[in-house]
């Protein structure tokens, strides 16, 4: 069993910077890739980004490319989400998890290959 807790949510201005961090402990998260989602009021949980076992490929939603840049550290067991260029409609709880799969290489990031989420952070962007 995998614990994912996420760290570093907070109010930003419109423009501004967060980090993410999400600690994994349990079942060797090194051996999976990892990925975070969000989910604003009222809205269905969407994907953000997804990470690689190896860390060498990564997977973004059109919505945050290039503004977002994800990256794991397998030797602290953490997954990080660099948010920059913050804007009010990326307000929402940001999750971390830990997928079934080593990559997507090929494939569509689905949310349902994702067994395990921790519990959120949330993250507030104002206009």
């Known amino acids: 069993q995998v614990q994912l807790v996420e760290s570093g949510g907070g109010l930003v201005q419109a423009g501004g910077s967060l980090r993410l961090s999400c600690a994994a402990s349990g079942r060797t998260s090194g051996n999976y890739a990892l990925g975070w989602s969000r989910q604003a009021p009222g809205k269905e949980r969407e994907f953000v980004a997804a990470?690689?076992?190896?860390?060498?490929?990564?997977y973004y939603a059109d919505s945050v490319k290039g503004r977002f840049t994800i990256s794991r550290d397998n030797t602290k067991s953490t997954l990080y989400l660099q948010m920059n260029s913050l804007k009010p409609e990326d307000t929402a709880v940001y999750y971390c998890g830990i997928s079934y799969r080593s990559d997507f290489v090929g494939r569509r990031v689905e949310l349902a290959t994702f067994g395990s989420w921790g519990q959120g952070t949330q993250v507030t962007v104002s206009s």
């Open positions: 990470i690689s076992r190896s860390g060498g490929n990564a």
